[in-house]
């Protein structure tokens, strides 16, 4: 079966510190890789995918992320945070089978401490 | 482009009240989603449509759930009777192939 693992539930940081967000997916097909942010009261927003080509993809906001295959990874990564950061982040996959039934992980909300 | 628009933003119901959530989708996308999110159960992706035509409902509750799309732009979600377990965000999102989904600002259904 095909699944989505954020590994971690929270993750506190203090502003301007680098941050991961790690994502693993299994899938015996070939995926395309979302990650999505949600601010409280608000539905979610994509911050960026990989769907071909380089592995290491950017997005908005300053996030960045990179596909590893043989690890079957997709972590989200930014240099330094901002308070405004603050949000629940969820990675999201869509299995390459001709459909579009998009997966989400379980959400890591990271919380930016002043 | 607005983006999706759904409606109510807040439903108050009783139990046993058939509810109606509504979409409009973003032009020319041609993929509809219908998720529920709580706290227990995260996001669960509950049917989703491509070109009008329901591909997969797997994630439908029980019968007392069913999604409409009537035309290539807006869709209904229906409880009918609902019961306060049903109490949810409720999102749909539409999508154009495989570009990602953008989501509406959800309903906040309390069933009572």
């Known amino acids: 079966a095909q699944s989505v693992t954020q590994l971690d539930s929270q993750v506190p940081v203090f502003e301007e510190a680098p941050v991961e967000l790690r994502c693993n997916y299994s899938s015996s097909v070939s995926v395309y890789l979302f990650w999505y942010v949600q601010y409280p009261n608000q539905g979610l927003q994509l911050l960026l995918k990989?769907?071909?080509?380089?592995?290491l993809v950017k997005g908005i906001n300053g996030f960045e992320a990179e596909f590893n295959k043989s690890q079957t990874s997709f972590h989200l990564r930014k240099p330094s945070v901002h308070i405004s950061d603050t949000a629940e982040y969820f990675c999201?996959?869509?299995?390459?089978?001709?459909?579009?039934?998009?997966?989400f992980g379980a959400g890591t909300r990271l919380f930016v401490k002043a | 482009d607005a983006g999706v628009i759904q409606s109510p933003r807040h439903e108050v119901t009783e139990m046993g009240q058939e509810v109606t959530l509504r979409c409009k989708l973003i032009?020319?996308?041609?993929?509809l989603f219908w998720y529920r999110q709580t706290m227990m159960r995260g996001l669960e992706l509950l049917i989703y449509f491509n070109n009008n035509v329901p591909i997969d409902d797997s994630g439908m509750p029980e019968d007392r759930f069913s999604a409409k799309m009537p035309n290539a732009s807006f869709s209904t979600l229906k409880i009918q009777p609902s019961e306060p377990r049903d109490s949810a965000v409720y999102f749909c999102?539409?999508?154009?192939?495989?570009?990602?989904?953008?989501f509406g600002s959800g309903t906040q259904l309390s069933v009572l």
């Open positions: 032009s020319g996308h041609n993929s």
């Open positions: 990989y769907l071909s080509g380089s592995t």
């Open positions: 999201a996959v869509i299995l390459n089978t001709g459909g579009f039934k998009t997966i």
């Open positions: 999102a539409s999508s154009f192939s495989r570009d990602g989904l953008f």
